[in-house]
C-alpha cells in the first residue's frame, strides 16, 4: 500500500507570494496532520483535519489555512510568505483521533524555501 | 501545557557501543509516549511507541520504557551500526488535546565505523 504522499517536494517562493502544499493519507485514513519542520528543530504542529472538519490548529498565525476533501486528502495554503515561513513542512495521516487509531504516519515533506 | 525535552546532541559514538537518548516529558492526562528517526533527506518514521506507564516499546534493536514515575522515555540500543546515523525525535500525544503530537529538539546521532 502506498504510505503518505506529499506534493511537491521542493518549491522555492519570493517573499510575499502565496503557496499551496498537497498531502494524500494512506488510503483508510481519515485524519490529516500538519506540522512546520525548521531546520534544526523538533516539527511544530500546525492543523489536524478529520472527515472535512477542522479538530485542532497549532500557534501559528491566520496566513496559514488548510482544508480536507471528500477523499481525505488534503491542502495547506501560505499567504504572505516571509522569510521565517522556509522550513520542511510535513504531513502525517491517521485512522481516527482517538482509540488505538491515534498513530500517525508521516510523508515525506515539502521542502519550502522562501527567498 | 505539554512539553518534551531531549538531551542535546550531537552523539557520536563508534560502531557497536551502546546508546542512550534521554528524553523526560510534562504532560496532563496520561499521553502516549512515541520514538521518531529521521533520516538525512527524508520525513520521520515511527520507531517505537508505549501507550501506558511501565510499557515498552522496542523495535530494530532500539527500546524505550514509560517511566511515569520519572516522566521519562528514553531511547536505548544495545549496539550500534553505521545505519543507525539520523535524528531521534522524542513525541508525546495527549489525546486530551486531540491527535497533536508534540515533539522534542531532537538529538543527532552519528555513528562512526
Known amino acids: 500500500d502506498a504510505g503518505v504522499t506529499q506534493s511537491p517536494t521542493h518549491l522555492i517562493k519570493t517573499r510575499g507570494q502565496q503557496v499551496t502544499l498537497r498531502c494524500s493519507p494512506i488510503?483508510?485514513?481519515?485524519?490529516v496532520s500538519w506540522y512546520q519542520q525548521v531546520l534544526g528543530q523538533g516539527p511544530q504542529f500546525i492543523f489536524q483535519?478529520?472527515?472535512?472538519?477542522?479538530?485542532g490548529r497549532g500557534n501559528f498565525p491566520d496566513r496559514f489555512s488548510a482544508r480536507q476533501f471528500p477523499n481525505y486528502s488534503s491542502e495547506l495554503n501560505v499567504n504572505a510568505l516571509l522569510l521565517g515561513d522556509s522550513a520542511l513542512y510535513l504531513c502525517?495521516?491517521?485512522?481516527?483521533?482517538?482509540?488505538?487509531?491515534?498513530?500517525?504516519?508521516f510523508g515525506p515533506g515539502t521542502r519550502l524555501t522562501v527567498t | 501545557g505539554n512539553s518534551v525535552t531531549q538531551m542535546e546532541g550531537p552523539v557520536t559514538l563508534s560502531e557497536e557501543a551502546f546508546l542512550t537518548i534521554n528524553c523526560t516529558y510534562t504532560?496532563?492526562?496520561?499521553?502516549?509516549l512515541f520514538w521518531y528517526v529521521q533520516y538525512p533527506g527524508e520525513g520521520l518514521q515511527l520507531l517505537l511507541k508505549?501507550?501506558?506507564?511501565?510499557d515498552k516499546g522496542s523495535n530494530k534493536g532500539f527500546e524505550a520504557t514509560y517511566r511515569k514515575e520519572t516522566t521519562s522515555f528514553h531511547l536505548e540500543k544495545g549496539s550500534v551500526q553505521v545505519s543507525d546515523s539520523a535524528v531521534y525525535f522524542c513525541?508525546?500525544?495527549?489525546?486530551?488535546?486531540?491527535?497533536?503530537?508534540?515533539f522534542g529538539a531532537g538529538t543527532i546521532l552519528r555513528v562512526k565505523s
Open positions: 502525517a495521516s491517521s485512522g481516527g483521533t482517538g482509540g488505538s487509531s491515534y498513530e500517525q504516519y
Open positions: 504532560a496532563t492526562g496520561y499521553p502516549s
Open positions: 483535519y478529520y472527515e472535512k472538519e477542522e479538530r
Open positions: 508505549a501507550t501506558k506507564a511501565d
Open positions: 513525541a508525546l500525544n495527549s489525546l486530551e488535546y486531540g491527535n497533536k503530537l508534540v
Open positions: 488510503s483508510g485514513h481519515k485524519s
